[in-house]
């Protein structure tokens, strides 16, 4: 079914009367359960009484999530006002995402029916049988039966389902949860679940128009990461992602293989010349001549063009970055592309060998690595996601969508050669992050670094956590690894001018007495051996940071 406009329309009245209701249902279980107003104001932990363990727990995590996300807020006049409304949008579009994701499942029969028809579900009768009646009222037994299924795929695809996610804590109670079921069971909208595009959708149509536009009234450019993602949300039209992975990977694989691959006739917009010559290893193209200007444009075509040769690469390690991921459109159609790199891979090492291929040490030849073709083949979908797709966006909710795509892709595959559920490579790992600012604040982040030795390390990270707030905002385009280099290199200057200006005047060396010492940008006590120092700065720095990262 094709997402003309009319059928467009239908899924974003759908999306919107979901994020409608979802976000009501969370903002009143913030305010009656869990102790957050929309205004702010947020009553202790140890005075929610009434919540049980679990209750307490997300309550906690709850709390931890807005404190993050008004850390980030610093541009806001009440930053713990938006933070709440922003979490309260993160709630409602995860569980909606979960609820689509499941009944696109289900078109595709990879769980029984659970979404579908609600209570009266296949998938959920079967449970009953089982459960029976000792997990309460049948929402209860309902909910419970949904959770258990989001612990299931959360195996594979735990960056969507996982329930301890800070963006997914929230579940709505029975009203809403039944008012949720009708709205995806319209009929209108039935056909979309088979479309691997409607979760992409879902994802634009989350924001409607009518926000966008007030953000643009309220300012001329965005004021934060979230507005930077809402304003961008466009989907790429097909045709371009096809010309740019065909001309990027396509072209790549099709040099690699001098042209001996059927990806020259499957990559349709593929730029081929009529004449192009493969150049062999330490080749090189003789010198042009200057080409007559009466050649007509024809015969300029057919010009010869030489091709530098390109030494063929294990498939693992041909990668491709989508710096702006989305809901991972050009990974889709790239993951066709490596479905076929990888068959071809298979029969060149099978026909000349092992050392044809080029692989980094320590990566087994694909023949040493699967007994058969077929227990290869079945295996090239989980390749292709821990190996090769990797994706960044600066809105977490596009991670999510991008995670699910790559998942579903891989399942169609296998779906496709008639493999069972149980008899499916489990998929360990993705490659799609999302580009936040560090976590904390900068009390938080004095009381860490001043823990760290020598003290300099300490100083250099709060330079390289200032520069990484920018990264909710510019994304992959934050050369951090450039701004790491770059602070240590000023810090290493001025430590050797600073140090040997106190040789100069007062004999100084590392570790002198604290009244002995001057004024420095940099703390020089307890200083090891400054060579080790200076060579290891950057990886003590990117050390630092992961530690300080697992604690805030």
Known sequence: MAFDTATRSRLARMVAGARTLL???????????????????????????????????????????????????????????AAIDRM???????????????????????????????????????????????????????????LCLFDEIAIDLGVMFDRYSSLGLLFPREDSLLALLELLDDNDIQPLWAEDETIGWI???????????????ASAAPRNSRELAVRNQFFTPRYVVEFLTDNTLGRIWYEMTQGETALKEECRYLV???????????????????????????????????????????????????PACGSMHFGLYAFDLYERIYEEAWQIEEQYGAMHFERDQGLAPLHECYETREEFVLDIPRLIIEHNIHGIDIDPRAVQIAGLSLWLRAQRTWQQQGVKQDGRPAIT??????????????????????????????????????KMQLAGEAGSLLKIEEEIADAVEQARQEFNKELQARKDSAGYLPGMAPEKRQTSLFDFADLPDETELWERAEE????ALEEYAGQA
Do not use: W
Request: net charge negative; glycine share 6%; with cysteine.
């Open 272 to 322: 081929r010349r009529p004449n192009e010559i493969f150049l062999s290893e330490g080749e090189t193209a003789p010198e042009e001549e200057q080409a007559s200007e009466d050649l007509s444009q024809e015969e300029l075509l057919r010009q010869p063009v030489y091709i530098p040769f390109r030494k063929l690469k294990d498939p693992r390690q041909i990668r491709m970055l989508d």
């Open 88 to 146: 309260i949008r993160e709630q409602a579009f995860t569980l909606l995402n979960r609820f689509a994701a499941l009944r696109m499942c289900e078109e595709r029969q990879l769980i029984k029916e659970s979404i579908g028809s609600g209570i009266q579900s296949k998938g959920f009768k079967v449970y009953l049988q089982i459960a029976g009646s000792g997990l309460g009222d049948t929402y209860a037994r309902y909910k419970t039966y949904l």
């Open 23 to 81: 976000s009501t249902e969370f903002t009143e279980q913030l305010q009656e359960i869990y102790g957050i107003q929309p205004d702010g104001t947020i009553i202790d932990l140890d005075k929610l009484t009434h919540l049980d363990d679990e209750q307490q727990a997300i309550a906690a995590m709850l709390r931890d999530r807005v404190k993050h996300l008004a850390s980030t807020m610093s541009g806001e006049k009440k930053p713990l006002v």
């Open 540 to 543: 003590m720095i990117i050390q």
């Open 429 to 466: 790992r993705s490659n799609i992050v999302c580009a936040e600012p560090m976590p904390g604040n900068k009390a938080m982040l004095a009381e860490f670094s001043a823990n760290l030795q020598p003290r300099v390390l300490g100083q250099l990270l709060e330079i390289i956590f200032d």
């Open 203 to 217: 994802y634009q149509y989350f924001n409607s128009q009518e926000e966008r536009r007030q953000m643009r009234d």
